[in-house]
Structure formats: C-alpha cells, structure tokens
C-alpha cells in the first residue's frame, strides 16, 4: 500500500481514535484499512485512475479525487446512511452496511462494506449518468493495488 502518498498536511490517526470509532459505530474497520488510516497524514498527492465495469460490460476509467481520513469518514457517517436510504431502489441491498470511505470524478462516492458478505470491499456508486452500484474490489488492499497513474494523451507522448 506505499503507492498513496500524503503532503502531512493533516493530523495523524492514532490506535486510540480507530478505537474510539470502532466502539462509536459499533464495527471492526478491516485490518488494511486499519493500516492505510494510520498511515494516512493529510491530503493525497499525485493523480490516481481505476477501471470500472458499466453498463454493457464498458470499462470506465475513474479519477480517485480521495480517499477519506478517519474524520472525515466520522463527519460523513450519517449524510453516507441517510445517501444510502435515499438511493435505496435496489442498489444498496442493505443501506446501513455501507458506508463513504472516498471519492471519484463526477462526485461519485466509494463504499466500504462493514457487514457481512460486504465486509471490507470496495464498491463505486455511479450516479451521474445512470445510478449503478457495484464492486471494484473485494478488500481495500485490492483496490489500492488497481489504482494506475494517468495515462499520457498522445500529445504528451509525441514531446
């Protein structure tokens, strides 16, 4: 997971405020999870892309804009349930088991799976064209290794 890297900008997550979180809402974070929060000291340098299928079988390149630091995550918690329930006509089988932990091109969110047969994947709610909820990766540890950097345009290329 040492491909994300922080500009320190922000505090550092200790054991004790993962705890906290924990014991808060009632969950275990994943153990990778667990690790990249510790890890995680401010705002993500650098520009990361991942693949998604759409409809069709299409892949769609996504910009990660962020992965969210435990605050944050904390700060969203109820605005990502009440989401949830809100876009809840099949695509969240079960709202309260998901929950915002990123974002990507387009203000689509990344989900994390906390219950269950979800727990600890990641999933993209794509809602800009058409509301699609599916699984990208089946732990987060997964998903760090499919980020890719940009791609360079062919005018880049011919430089």
Same mark, same amino acid.
């Given at each position: 997971?040492?491909?994300? /890297?922080?500009?320190?900008?922000?505090?550092?997550?200790?054991?004790?405020?993962?705890?906290?979180?924990?014991?808060?809402y /009632?969950?275990?974070?994943?153990e990778?999870y667990?690790?990249?929060l510790?890890?995680?000291?401010?705002?993500?340098?650098?520009? =990361? =892309?991942?693949?998604?299928?759409?409809?069709?079988?299409y892949?769609l390149?996504?910009?990660?804009?962020?992965?969210?630091?435990?605050?944050?995550?904390?700060?969203? =918690?109820?605005?990502? #349930?009440?989401f949830c329930?809100?876009?809840?006509?099949?695509?969240?089988?079960?709202?309260?088991s998901?929950?915002?932990?990123?974002?990507?091109n387009?203000?689509?969110?990344?989900?994390?799976?906390?219950?269950?047969?979800?727990?600890g /994947?990641i999933?993209?709610?794509c809602y800009?064209?058409?509301?699609?909820?599916?699984?990208?990766?089946?732990?987060?540890?997964?998903? #760090?290794?499919?980020l890719?950097?940009?791609?360079?345009?062919?005018?880049?290329?011919?430089?």
């Open positions: 997971m040492q491909k994300l /890297k922080f500009d320190n900008d922000g505090p550092v997550t200790t054991e004790a405020d993962i705890l906290h979180f924990e014991q808060k /009632k969950l275990r974070l994943p990778d667990r690790h990249f510790l890890n995680r000291t401010g705002s993500m340098e650098g520009t =990361w =892309w991942f693949d998604s299928i759409g409809e069709d079988e892949v390149g996504n910009e990660l804009e962020d992965i969210y630091s435990l605050n944050e995550v904390d700060e969203m =918690w109820d605005y990502h #349930i009440s329930r809100e876009f809840d006509e099949g695509y969240f089988p079960e709202p309260e998901f929950h915002g932990v990123g974002l990507a387009g203000g689509n969110n990344l989900f994390m799976g906390f219950d269950k047969e979800y727990y /994947k999933y993209l709610f800009e064209m058409y509301p699609d909820f599916h699984l990208l990766a089946n732990s987060f540890t997964e998903f #760090i290794e499919m890719r950097p940009p791609e360079r345009s062919e005018e880049e290329g011919a430089q």
